[in-house]
């Protein structure tokens, strides 16, 4: 199809050609113009006009794409055949005529192109012959400046030949099916990159995640090692206030916050107050209001964990008057108490994740554990330091106190105690039995205690002896603390079922450094003088003097 397009092109420019050539001829080189020489322009006008009505049916036949078999092919390649062959055979064009049959024989296949070079050599030869022929009988005429024509024409055309791409038509089919294989491995190569440019995407996409995913898996270990190495260290650490003060300061450092306060519970869960806060003290009593903090009492008594992003201070009037505008909250808690709340501020939006608050929630479960862990053993070491019959302080306790206190104070402040006894407690255990003199030893201590400044402890020495230590406390001002215990003892009646009755105690004050300067003769010190006080008829307070010592 494509070559017959081509070939209708050419078809045009040869019918053009014939046109100029005709006029040519029949007006200016023969003139003749007249009526009598209308037969001759006939036959080229009826070639031309049968030319011009062919090569518009071919237009029209191949613009419409049909499908020619071979033979129609064939067919009309004949009938063009036989119109060149009756035009140049009446024009008495033979040798025209016989190179352009060879041509069409060559176009159907009937020839090789190399016999048609062969005629066209054999022409040229010829020509050359007789155009020489006439020049040497001075026989020049138009016949022989056709010749030349025709002999320029041929050795143009012999000499560009190997330059004429000739296709047949199985040619065409072949390349047509190989066109259409090519199309179909195009179209499977596309397809193929098709699929491959979607894995690509897919791998690419997996590859993000696997990034993603590492990355995440870089963030946990590094909260993972944080953590670990903060438990550590939060185990160790069984002082409340210093472990408070390092987790605030670990919180501060890892989330990058502006501010970090963790609230504790008083002892019957009705109230927060502040354990620590790097907020500065006037903005802690200004915020955190009992009437401010409803809400974080409700989170923390609910065990809740959370985070906002944009905070409404309205919701939490405990922010006021700062630029907060994220918070992030967990609660302290575990299965047998709730200790309170981490509250952690920030002045950005939006600042907080779920890695951030898994973090934080870690090291609100690792904290409650610590409390719990003061707890237990702030409980486990009252136990072992308070007596289980009276609730005083033991002995043990009792050394351990003097001796912090003494080397705290290094001569600074004063430090009394008072030792006392129950005068006649044996007479007392003989007459009314065991029981009712544990129940006197209750008794006395429940006083001492109701009457001692906060800071100052009773504490049981032995038996029915017993120490109150005074901090801060010159022996005179000791003593008069001492008087108001040893008459309201005086005036207390102590019952036990039946049994009524009231008993007295003796009192030996000592004071350092003024007495002495260590814990074991204080002791010694605040005995003497209780002995004194038994020796002086009992139930009375005596203060050590030197001289007591010469006297006994």
Known sequence: MAIEREYIKISWFLIGAIVVYLVFDKLVITNETGFSSFSDWLVPLIFLFVSVGYNL?????????????????????????????????????FDLMFVVSLIFLFYLQKVKIGSIKQVIAFLIVSYIFFIFRDFLLKNISIEVLKNLFYTLFYIFWIYNVEKIEVIDKASISELETRTQKMEEQLKDLMESNKAKDIKIKELEKEISNLKEINKRLNVSLGEFFNLQEISKIITQILDTNELLKFVNDVLIGVTGVDKSSILLFNRDKTELYVAYSNLPESDQKESFKQENIEWLKNVALNCENGYRNRINPKECPFLTGRATKSIMYASLATKNDKYGIILLEHVLENIFTEDNLRFLTSIAAQVSIALENSSLYQQMRSMAMVDGLTGAYNRIYLYEVLETEI???????????????????????????????????????????????????????????????????????????????????????????????????????????????????????????????????????????QEMEMKG
């Open 407 to 545: 080397e705290s104070s290094r001569g600074r402040y004063p430090i009394s105690i008072a030792l006392f006894d129950v005068d006649n407690f044996k007479k007392l255990n003989d007459t009314y039995g065991h029981l009712f003199g544990d129940k006197v030893l209750q008794t006395i201590v429940k006083v001492a205690k109701e009457k001692i400044r906060k800071g100052d402890i009773v504490a049981r020495y032995g038996g029915e002896e017993f120490v109150i230590v005074f901090n801060h406390l010159e022996s005179s001002e000791a003593y008069k603390v001492v008087e108001r215990i040893r008459r309201t003892i005086e005036n207390e009646t102590i019952e036990d079922n039946l049994i009524q009755t009231k008993v007295t105690v003796s009192f030996g004050i000592a004071s350092y450094p003024a007495h002495a300067d260590n814990v074991k003769d204080l002791i010694k010190c605040a005995d003497i003088a209780m002995y004194h006080a038994k020796s002086s008829g009992k139930n009375c307070t005596v203060i050590y003097d």
């Open 57 to 93: 049916f071919k237009v029209w036949l191949f613009k419409s794409d049909t499908e020619l078999s071979e033979e129609i092919y064939k067919y009309l390649k004949f009938f063009e055949v036989i119109n060149l062959v009756f035009f140049f055979g009446y024009e008495k064009l």
